[in-house]
């Protein structure tokens, strides 16, 4: 079911839903969290309320959809209620906020938040730099981004690691899960040989490859080296350098990689790019700080390569549009 309820209030919305149950006759599901979706990309509206819905089949939870509009336009706010069907395991409200209010989407939310139940942000698209200082994230115990939907996703990443509080996470570090489980199951298998050095082979502007490098930098405490590979792809490669002969998880095509290490039966293993629906869901199960993507983020800085240039590149392009 849906309503729309143009020109409204936070008032009016709570009465609406309260009214939808009562004539629809729906028992409320449990809820166990606030998701607050944040975007000023209308397009992505949809995209990001059917991954929460996908989400929701884990997680039920009350999804607010903060759509900022035009701060040129007179000041309103337009809503929309989707429960049922529409809604997947959870309750949506979409809120569009134009004019002085776009800036003022906390004001909107607070109303419509479940008690006593956490709240996770989630900028699906463009972050703010400080996730953790923007009025939204100051409600959220968890706050979700995503370097790689970025216009400059390298310099999103540097921003991340700048700007980081416990709490904050990324979509980038969520598609890293199946190389980091593969990598580590490798290393528990003989001959049991500690790592002397490591390679990440990634595209250009995926700072999923970063993240990886700069996972295998703080956990193995050996030199790591980024190699770049042509923009608009994903990870291509990691290889471990043991005595006995190296580890190797290589993904060429992008859905299917091969694992060959020495003494072991070369293996191949589903690895296929991760949709949103799959990472949104693995965040919303921790809501503690994660202290391994935290390192994993510091440690980005010591890797060799790629990351020292694409810095460098980043604030000299700063320095330019500035200029």
């Given at each position: 079911?849906?309503?729309?309820?143009?020109?409204?209030?936070?008032?009016?919305?709570?009465?609406?839903?309260?009214?939808?149950?009562?004539?629809?006759?729906?028992?409320?599901?449990?809820?166990?969290l606030n998701l607050v979706i944040v975007t000023d990309d209308s397009a992505q509206v949809e995209q990001s309320i059917e991954a929460a819905n996908e989400a929701s089949k884990e997680h039920p939870c009350r999804v607010l959809v903060v759509a900022r509009g035009p701060k040129r336009a007179g000041t309103r706010l337009d809503a929309q209620i989707r429960v049922g069907g529409d809604a997947g395991a959870s309750e949506v409200f979409v809120l569009r906020l134009y004019g002085a209010l776009a800036d003022h989407g906390d004001s909107v939310v607070i109303?419509?938040?479940?008690?006593?139940?956490?709240?996770?942000?989630?900028?699906?698209?463009?972050?703010?730099?400080?996730?953790?200082?923007?009025?939204?994230?100051?409600?959220?115990?968890?706050?979700?981004t995503d370097a790689a939907a970025a216009s400059h996703p390298i310099k999103a990443l540097e921003h991340r690691r700048t700007s980081y509080a416990d709490g904050d996470t990324d979509l980038a570090w969520s598609r890293l899960t199946p190389w980091r489980a593969l990598l580590a199951a490798a290393l528990d298998l003989p001959p049991y040989e500690a790592v002397e050095a490591a390679t990440v082979t990634g595209a250009a502007d995926n700072p999923s490859a970063d993240l990886l490098?700069?996972?295998?930098?703080?956990?193995?405490?050996?030199?790591?080296?980024?190699?770049?590979?042509?923009?608009?792809?994903?990870?291509?490669?990691?290889?471990?350098?043991?005595?006995?002969?190296?580890?190797?998880?290589?993904?060429?095509a992008g859905k299917v990689g091969t694992l060959r290490q020495p003494g072991q039966p070369e293996s191949r293993v589903p690895l296929r790019r991760r949709p949103v629906r799959e990472c949104l869901a693995e965040e919303l199960r921790r809501l503690e700080s994660d202290e391994i993507y935290h390192a994993a983020l510091q440690a980005v800085t010591e890797v060799e390569g790629r990351r020292a240039s694409a810095v460098k590149s980043a604030r000299s392009s700063e320095h330019r549009s500035g200029s």
């Open positions: 079911m849906i309503v729309d309820l143009p020109s409204t209030t936070t008032a009016a919305v709570n009465h609406a839903l309260i009214d939808m149950r009562e004539r629809g006759g729906a028992v409320a599901v449990g809820r166990v109303p419509l938040l479940l008690p006593d139940s956490p709240v996770v942000a989630w900028w699906p698209g463009a972050a703010p730099a400080n996730p953790a200082h923007d009025h939204i994230g100051q409600l959220a115990q968890r706050r979700i490098a700069g996972w295998l930098r703080s956990r193995l405490h050996v030199p790591v080296r980024l190699r770049p590979s042509p923009p608009g792809g994903g990870i291509l490669s990691a290889i471990l350098e043991r005595p006995s002969g190296p580890v190797e998880l290589v993904r060429p």
